[in-house]
């Protein structure tokens, strides 16, 4: 018995090495997550103005995730002609992306809703040159039913910051 005792006693430092190890090393992943986790990308919206709405909104005019930027469709409420509307729409997009750090040429997609194909030309006189000299990739159609609140053209994009 007292041989058992003696082997046990001089395995026992490297026993208890052993077990120690793993519980280390698991230490350091889940300091690794903690860090991954504080960088992962989160949502944050955006108001013009810095303001927040009274109510809660039906949507968010400006969001950012990650390095992403996102605008809700932008509108022309105002009595004018598709120049004016698109020029308009076009100045608020650019002050939108401004105000979180991106710009027009950074724009990625681009979604045009003209109340009317009729339209088409005169938007693109103003559109054309607006983004850069590599523009991001368009859609255009016509809204069937109009533009909620008597729009001539609605744009919403998607940016890089």
Avoid at 114 to 124: A, K, V
Wanted: hydrophobic share 40%.
């Amino acid at each position: 018995m007292s041989s058992n005792r003696r082997d046990f006693i001089r395995k026992t430092p490297v026993v208890a090495a052993a077990v120690a190890v793993p519980v280390v090393a698991g230490a350091a992943p889940a300091a690794a997550a903690d860090t991954q986790s504080s960088r992962r990308p989160h949502k944050e919206v955006h108001y013009p103005n810095g303001g927040t709405p009274p109510e809660n909104p039906l949507f968010s005019p400006i969001v950012t995730y990650g390095g992403m930027v996102f605008i809700s469709g932008i509108g022309a409420h105002f009595e004018g002609d598709i120049r004016a509307h698109t020029d308009h729409v076009l100045n608020e997009v650019q002050r939108y992306l401004e105000s979180v750090g991106s710009s027009m040429e950074k724009v990625l997609k681009v979604n045009v809703y003209l109340n009317s194909l009729d339209d088409y030309e005169g938007m693109n006189e103003v559109f054309r040159g607006r983004w850069g000299a590599a523009p991001g990739v368009r859609t255009t159609i016509a809204a069937a039913g109009g533009i909620p609140g008597n729009s001539l053209v609605e744009i919403d994009c998607i940016a890089v910051i």
